[in-house]
């Protein structure tokens, strides 16, 4: 094995990372998300907030007439709560 071919090899990827970060630091700076992270349910106080939250949030929608029975929310509570459980 030629080390000087591997350390030229290790140097090439090295730039093109290096390039591709600041490429990718680039563009988070233009393009600001505007949703926060999703916060993971794994403990009982933030999976008894974020029930609060849609709690109020359907609450707050429960009066459209489009407005669907949110099935989807309580199936992710009964998994979390269940993963919570054991």
């Not at 993971?40 to 007439?65: F, V």
Request: proline share 2%.
């Amino acid at each position: 094995m030629n080390l000087g071919h591997s350390l030229q090899n290790l140097k090439a990827r090295q730039k093109a990372y290096d390039a591709f970060h600041a490429k990718l630091v680039a563009y988070n700076r233009r393009y600001t998300s505007t949703h926060g992270a999703v916060l993971l349910l794994n403990t009982t106080l933030r999976l008894s907030l974020w029930c609060r939250k849609m709690r109020d949030l359907y609450r707050q929608a429960e009066h459209i007439p489009q407005g669907h029975c949110p099935v989807h929310l309580l199936e992710k509570l009964y998994r979390c709560a269940d993963h919570l459980a054991t």
